[in-house]
């Protein structure tokens, strides 16, 4: 049987639709029939340079890892999941036998299996097969689209109350305005942040925030003729310090730091602005090196911590959040494709807005023969 249509990347700005063949299961696997993907910053990166740091595309690669679906077929040893079942997919399969594996930080496992980053496929198919144990039940209460949207979502579980550590009443502020930075300010309200800044340039963006989870929003200002990227930092903060009169110190200082922009100058303001003795997460993948004021993290006395994809129950805690209704995806789903259009959605990614002028936040593609309207 070779009747699985997959969305494939050839190489830089060459994408073709190939029917493969339809995966072959283990005991220990489930085979997806996947309904709904969301366009993340990396597969069109991947799409437009080929490539995303050491992670190169030397061969045909099936796009997309953000997905959900219902099971068609399940190994003999799995026990949780039959087919029918809707399932939102972690896109990672791990080694289990490694050192991260076995301490419980299996994001760091160096045999990881990932969807959409070489040399392994992605799951813009009408099959992916993958462990049953990543496979997640969705409640009835949640949709298919919701289901795809739980792997930006986890990213942001992880970076946030993994990582992050964020806390009942504490003071948070986010860079950037992406689903990223927005599913981040999300989860900072869930776990009872008393406030949330977000930071943007963008001020539509700012305004969806404040609408959908930020207390608080700020606009940088422009850099000045001749003024470093350092010295630009160091005034924005103290411009946003004093506009919501934000201390040091003490109740009104800002505990965690959450970048999701990857820009250097959000990285340095970021240091300048969380609280002595506070946290610093970078979950925003973007300038490759950047300059810090490293003498303030060691007065400060900050935590500065890297945040990668996600680890063991960040899954499940995101789709409880959404079940309970405590964090709504749906305001975030802006664009709707089918398969055939595939190109499109990634063009309209891209550009960040439609033909008709409407900002994107998450393109989703509906599986091969699945309506855009089946959510
Ligand atoms: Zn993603
Ligand atoms: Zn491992």
Do not use: W
Not at 50 to 60: C, H, L, Q, S, T
Request: glycine fraction near 10%; hydrophobic fraction near 40%; include cysteine.
């Amino acid at each position: 049987m070779s009747n699985n249509k997959s969305f494939v990347l050839r190489g830089i700005e060459d994408v073709v639709y190939e029917e493969r063949p339809i995966p072959e299961i283990n005991d220990d696997e489930v085979l997806v029939e996947v309904k709904k993907t969301g366009i993340c910053g990396s597969d069109v990166h991947y799409l437009v340079a080929g490539r995303i740091a050491d992670f190169v595309v030397e061969k045909p690669m099936v796009l997309g890892h953000e997905s959900s679906g219902i099971i068609a077929k399940a190994g003999a040893k799995v026990k949780s999941l039959k087919p029918g079942d809707r399932v939102a997919l972690e896109p990672g399969a791990t080694c289990h036998i490694c050192d991260d594996c076995k301490r419980g930080r299996y994001e760091l496992c160096p045999d990881i299996v990932f969807a959409a980053t070489p040399p392994y496929d992605g799951t813009l198919a009408r099959y992916y097969r993958l462990p049953a144990d990543v496979a997640y039940k969705l409640p009835d209460n949640l949709s298919l689209e919701d289901g795809a949207m739980m792997e930006p979502l986890s990213v942001a579980i992880h970076s946030v109350s993994n990582i992050g550590q964020v806390r009942a009443n504490q003071k948070v502020a986010v860079f950037g305005c992406g689903p990223v930075g927005l599913l981040c300010m999300a989860v900072a309200k869930a776990m009872g942040a008393s406030r949330i800044i977000a930071v943007d340039i963008v001020q539509s963006r700012l305004e969806f925030a404040k609408e959908y989870a930020a207390t608080d929003v700020f606009l940088p200002p422009a850099a000045e003729t001749g003024e470093s990227k350092m010295a630009f930092s160091k005034r924005a903060s103290e411009l946003l310090k004093k506009k919501f009169g934000i201390e040091d110190r003490g109740p009104s200082a800002i505990d965690v730091v959450i970048d999701a922009s990857g820009a250097e100058v959000c990285i340095q303001m970021s240091i300048f602005l969380a609280k002595a003795g506070g946290t610093f997460v970078q979950v925003g993948m973007g300038n490759a090196e950047v300059q810090i004021p490293i003498t303030l993290v060691l007065t400060k006395e900050l935590s500065i911590k890297g945040s990668f994809r996600y680890g063991p129950g960040d899954y499940p805690l995101a789709i409880a959040l959404v079940a309970q209704g405590k964090i709504d995806l749906k305001p975030l789903v802006t664009h709707r494709f089918q398969f055939d259009d595939a190109i499109t959605a990634f063009n309209t990614t891209r550009k960040g807005k439609s033909e008709d002028g409407k900002g994107v936040i998450k393109a989703i593609i509906s599986g091969p023969g699945v309506a855009v309207e089946d959510k």
